[in-house]
């Protein structure tokens, strides 16, 4: 019904940024809450960022607070998740999410993109 396709994925060096987009396809796509989810290897799904699907409300995992910057354009059906001052420990497999309401939890959302690796280098 959605497909979610991420971009902007790569290698950094710590300190550095990297900007991750997601677009959603089609017209199906609509009143969706979109977040940012991360992965490594033999690890659990976690989460990172949500943005409402209008823009007011943002949430943040801890880790990644004052760092990270979620932010959508819904004209173009995008969510975007700005990544400052990256540390190793942000290396990751990077997936956007998209849920009819504002909840965190992996389980809770709808649909999925393919992700995007993220490396950050010491």
């Known amino acids: 019904q959605v497909q979610l396709v991420e971009s902007g994925g790569g290698l950094v060096q710590a300190g550095g940024s990297l900007r991750l987009s997601c677009t959603a396809s089609?017209?199906?796509?609509?009143?969706?809450?979109m977040g940012w989810y991360r992965q490594t290897p033999g690890k659990e799904r976690a989460f990172v960022a949500q943005?409402?699907?209008?823009?007011?409300?943002?949430y943040y995992a801890d880790s990644v607070k004052g760092r990270f910057t979620i932010s959508r354009n819904n004209a173009e059906n995008k969510v975007y998740l700005q990544m400052n001052s990256l540390k190793p420990e942000d290396t990751a497999e990077y997936y956007c999410?998209?849920?009819?309401?504002?909840?965190?939890?992996?389980?809770?959302?709808?649909?999925w993109g393919q992700g995007t690796q993220v490396t950050v280098s010491s």
């Open positions: 999410a998209a849920a009819r309401i504002l909840l965190v939890a992996p389980s809770a959302q709808e649909y």
């Open positions: 943005i409402s699907w209008g823009g007011d409300r943002t």
């Open positions: 089609g017209r199906t796509f609509s009143n969706y809450a």
